[in-house]
């Protein structure tokens, strides 16, 4: 079984920066394909940064802001987020493809991750 586990979420003005951890228990980590999403209330749920095979990719609206990582060591995912926003404000949620699908086109699509966490909390005020 496979759990994962976000923290690091918070509240934080914007220009402010935070980290997000999630903490993947299960077998062959490494060989995981992982991404974060975040939903904003009334709004679709949506991609935020992925890694797979050593790539990693973000969404336009990150790009150069926020840096995804993971730690194999640790078993650990991170998303450190700089230079905030409010229309960053959002529950952030990291997934897991275990099935190895993920590719630079299909990972903004959370039908292609099999594992999700419950989410970590972000606010950015103005």
């Known amino acids: 079984q496979v759990r994962l586990e976000e923290s690091g979420g918070g509240s934080v003005q914007a220009g402010g920066s935070l980290r997000l951890s999630c903490v993947v228990s299960?077998?062959?980590?490494?060989?995981?394909?992982l991404g974060w999403f975040r939903q904003a209330p009334g709004k679709e749920r949506q991609g935020v940064a992925a890694?797979?095979?050593?790539?990693?990719t973000y969404a336009d609206s990150v790009k150069g802001r926020f840096t995804i990582s993971k730690d194999i060591t640790r078993n650990t995912l991170y998303l450190q987020m700089d230079s905030l926003k409010a229309e960053d404000t959002a529950m952030y949620y990291c997934?897991?493809?275990?099935?190895?699908?993920?590719?630079?086109?299909?990972?903004?699509?959370?039908?292609?991750?099999?594992?999700w966490g419950r989410g970590t909390q972000v606010t950015v005020s103005s």
């Open positions: 997934a897991a493809d275990t099935y190895r699908r993920l590719n630079s086109g299909n990972w903004r699509d959370g039908t292609q991750y099999n594992y």
């Open positions: 299960g077998y062959t980590f490494n060989s995981y394909r």
């Open positions: 890694i797979f095979s050593g790539i990693t």
